[in-house]
T-cell receptor, first 113, second 114 residues
Framework: AQKVTQAQTEISVVEKEDVTLDCVYETRDTTYYLFWYKQPPSGELVFLIR??????QNEISGRYSWNFQKSTSSFNFTITASQVVDSAVYFCALDEYGNKLVFGAGTILRVKS | DGGITQSPKYLFRKEGQNVTLSCEQNLNHDAMYWYRQDPGQGLRLIYY???????QKGDIAEGYSVSREKKESFPLTVTSAQKNPTAFYLC?????????????FGPGTRLTVL
């Protein structure tokens, strides 16, 4: 069965610190997609990135970067030079070529000024 | 503006009442989804629909019902059979192209049972 684990329930950092959010997944399939979403206090989930299982290249988008390692079934998310606006709940999710997104429990990120 | 709208933003219900949550999208997406979010938990799938007039149960469908009479609309009814309906409900849609496109989410409805 599919499973996504975000072991960090809550992380607090001071502005400008770098922070990494961990995501570990379980799947039996060789074809799957991984996602990260951000949920600010307003509640709407904002899509950040999608990665397929055949593409292990790391990706950078501004202050955000993602490290995908199939060998350890991990898809970690790093925010460089964090800002107060990064405070949110971040979800990692897995889609195993079907119709369901399986979500992790989420990591609450608090960035203090 | 293309997007997903949900209404109302906040909804209060007395025990024993059915309530319907609205979800509309103008993205021309084929598939639509309903998720439930409880504090400290991830999202759990209630129902989904890949095409008009068809829908499937998700992981926690008991006490809920849906309809898909139009491509752009996927309302969710929380029935009195749902034992603990207080939660945050999120609707999502996806363009169905035969592989897992990204799901995009609406702003959510917070339901409270009094």
């Amino acid at each position: 069965a599919q499973k996504v684990t975000q072991a960090q329930t809550e992380i607090s950092v001071v502005e400008k610190e770098d922070v990494t959010l961990d995501c570990v997944y379980e799947t039996r399939d060789t074809t799957y997609y991984l996602f990260w979403y951000k949920q600010p206090p307003s509640g709407e989930l904002v899509f950040l990135i999608r990665r397929n299982s055949f593409d292990e290249q790391n990706e950078i988008s501004g202050r955000y970067s993602w490290n995908f390692q199939k060998s350890t079934s991990s898809f970690n998310f790093t925010i460089t030079a964090s800002q107060v606006v990064d405070s949110a709940v971040y979800f990692c999710a897995l889609d195993e070529y079907g119709n369901k997104l399986v979500f992790g429990a989420g990591t609450i990120l608090r960035v203090k000024s | 503006d293309g997007g997903i709208t949900q209404s109302p933003k906040y909804l209060f219900r007395k025990e024993g009442q059915n309530v319907t949550l609205s979800c509309e999208q103008n993205l021309n997406h084929d598939a639509m989804y309903w998720y439930r979010q409880d504090p400290g938990q991830g999202l759990r799938l209630i129902y989904y629909s890949q095409i008009v007039n068809d829908f499937q149960k998700g992981d926690i469908a008991e006490g809920y019902s849906v309809s898909r009479e139009k491509k752009e609309s996927f309302p969710l009814t929380v029935t009195s059979a749902q034992k603990n309906p207080t939660a945050f409900y999120l609707c999502a849609s996806r363009e169905e192209t035969g592989y897992p496109d990204t799901q995009y989410f609406g702003p959510g409805t917070r339901l409270t049972v009094l």
